[in-house]
C-alpha cells in the first residue's frame, strides 16, 4: 500500500505497486459490505510517489496524473457501464507488386474472400479498439491462420506486416484487450493467394499428359531398337561365355558323348545278345520237337520233353536281365528304378516289356525276347496299359518316354 485517503462518504481511497481504486463501504444497517472498485484507467498515469487522491464529496474526486487532474463521479460511473469493447480492422493494403487498398474499413463490412495473384503476397493491418477513455492502454493481439501457429504475444502496435506469403488460403485474425483485462470479440479477415500459372491445376494436368506423351513416345517408338540392341548385347555376351568356356564345354561333351555311345554299345550288345540267344533257344526246341516225333522209345521222349520245358522256363534270362537292367537305368537315367518307384505292383515280366518299349523295338523283336508271340506281346500291351491306368488316346510309347 502506497496511498490511503478516506472521503467524506466513508470511502477509502488507494494507491498500491500494481492498481488504484476505492474501498465503497455501505451502511446496510446492523452491517456494512465493502465493495473493491479497481480504476485500470489510473495505472501508469499516476506520478510516481506524488501520487493524489482528493475525494471532494461523493460526486466529485480529484485525481492527479501525469498531465493534470482527472475529474470522477463514483456515482455516475457506477450508473452508466463502460460499453463492450470491440476491434475494428481500418485498412487492409496489399505491399507488394504495388500499393493499393483491399480493404478501407470504415463501418463496412468485411468482404469475402478475395483472391490475389501470387505475386501480391506482402499485406500491412491496421486495426483500433472503441476504447475512448484511455486507448493508449489498450492492447493488441493477431493470429494469421494458415501462416502461423496460433495468438501473438498482446502488443500496443495497432498494425501488422506481413510479406512473401506463399499461395494458400489466410485469415487474419486480431484482439483487443484493456488495462483491466476486458476482451473484445476477434476480428477475422480472410484472402486467398492462387498459385503461379505454372503451378495451378491446369498446369500441373498439362504438365502430366506431356509427361505421359514423352513417356508413351519413348516406350513405343524406339522399343523395336531397344528389343535389338538388347538382343545383340545378349547375343554377345553369349558368344564371350562360350568362348570363356568353350574349351571345357567341348571336353565335357567330347567325354559325354563317349560315355553314352558306349553304354548305348554295351546295350545293344546285350541287347543284340538276347536276341540272338533267344532265336538260337528256339531252334534247339524247333531242333528237339522234330527229334522227339521221331523217337519211339518213351525214357528217351520224357528226356527230351523235360529239356523242353527247360529251355521255356523264364529262368533262363534271370542274369543276362539284371546286367541288361543295369546298363538300361545307365543310359535312360534310372528309367527302371523311377518306374518301379512310381508303379511298384509291376512284376518283373511287366518291367521288361517296359523297358523294350522304351527302347521303340518292334512287337516281333520283343515276342522273340520274351519267347512269346507276336498276338502274345499285344496282349501284354493292352494289359500294361490298364494296369498304369493310361487313359485311351494316348500311346503307351509316349507314356513310357515321360517317366
Not at 108 to 122: F, H, S, V, W
Not at 283 to 304: A, C, F, G, P
Request: hydrophobic share 35%.
Amino acid at each position: 500500500m502506497r496511498r490511503l485517503w478516506e472521503g467524506p462518504d466513508g470511502n477509502l481511497w488507494f494507491v498500491t505497486q500494481t492498481e488504484a481504486g476505492f474501498l465503497e463501504v455501505r451502511d446496510e444497517g446492523l452491517e456494512k459490505s465493502v465493495r473493491k472498485v479497481v480504476l485500470p484507467q489510473l495505472q501508469e498515469r499516476l506520478v510516481g510517489g506524488f501520487e493524489l487522491i482528493y475525494p471532494h464529496d461523493a460526486e466529485n474526486v480529484f485525481i492527479g496524473v501525469d498531465k493534470g487532474f482527472i475529474h470522477y463521479n463514483p456515482r455516475q460511473d457506477h450508473r452508466t457501464p463502460d460499453p463492450p469493447l470491440n476491434v475494428l480492422l481500418d485498412r487492409v493494403e496489399l505491399l507488394h507488386p504495388e500499393s493499393r487498398l483491399l480493404f478501407g474499413g470504415y463501418g463496412q463490412d468485411i468482404p469475402g474472400t478475395p483472391e490475389l495473384k501470387a505475386r501480391e503476397n506482402a499485406f500491412r493491418f491496421s486495426f483500433c479498439a472503441t476504447e475512448f477513455g484511455f486507448p493508449d492502454q489498450v492492447t493488441y493481439r493477431v493470429w494469421l491462420e494458415g501462416f502461423e501457429q496460433g495468438w501473438s504475444p498482446w502488443s500496443a502496435k495497432s498494425e501488422k506486416e506481413y510479406t512473401n506469403l506463399p499461395p494458400g488460403t489466410y485469415t487474419f485474425h486480431v484482439q483487443a484487450r484493456t488495462r483491466g483485462g476486458a476482451l473484445s470479440p476477434p476480428r477475422a479477415f480472410s484472402f486467398r493467394i492462387l498459385p503461379p500459372w505454372y503451378a495451378t491445376p491446369e498446369a500441373l494436368l498439362a504438365y502430366a499428359l506431356l509427361i505421359g506423351g514423352l513417356l508413351v513416345a519413348l516406350v513405343v517408338v524406339p522399343r523395336r531398337r531397344f528389343r535389338r540392341e538388347t538382343a545383340l548385347l545378349k547375343d554377345q555376351q553369349r558368344q564371350i561365355e562360350e568362348q570363356a568356356e568353350k574349351a571345357l564345354s567341348e571336353l565335357r561333351h567330347q567325354k559325354l558323348e563317349a560315355e553314352i555311345r558306349f553304354k548305348n554299345q554295351e546295350l545293344a550288345t546285350t541287347t543284340m545278345h538276347l536276341v540272338q540267344k533267344t532265336e538260337f533257344l528256339e531252334k534247339v526246341q524247333n531242333e528237339l520237337k522234330r527229334v522227339l516225333d521221331t523217337l519211339h522209345n518213351e525214357e528217351d521222349r520224357r528226356t527230351i520233353r523235360r529239356l523242353l520245358r527247360t529251355l521255356q522256363a523264364d529262368q533262363r534270362l534271370d542274369e543276362d536281365w539284371e546286367r541288361f537292367a543295369h546298363h538300361f537305368d545307365q543310359v535312360h537315367a534310372d528309367f527302371l528304378k523311377r518306374l518301379r518307384q512310381k508303379h511298384p505292383d509291376l512284376t518283373l515280366r511287366e518291367e521288361k516289356l517296359c523297358a523294350y518299349l522304351r527302347m521303340n523295338l518292334s512287337s516281333k523283336d520283343i515276342a522273340s525276347l520274351m519267347s512269346i508271340s507276336v498276338r502274345g506281346v499285344e496282349i501284354s500291351r493292352y494289359r500294361l496299359r490298364k494296369k498304369l491306368g493310361i487313359p485311351s488316346g494316348r500311346g503307351l510309347p509316349e507314356f513310357l518316354q515321360e517317366i
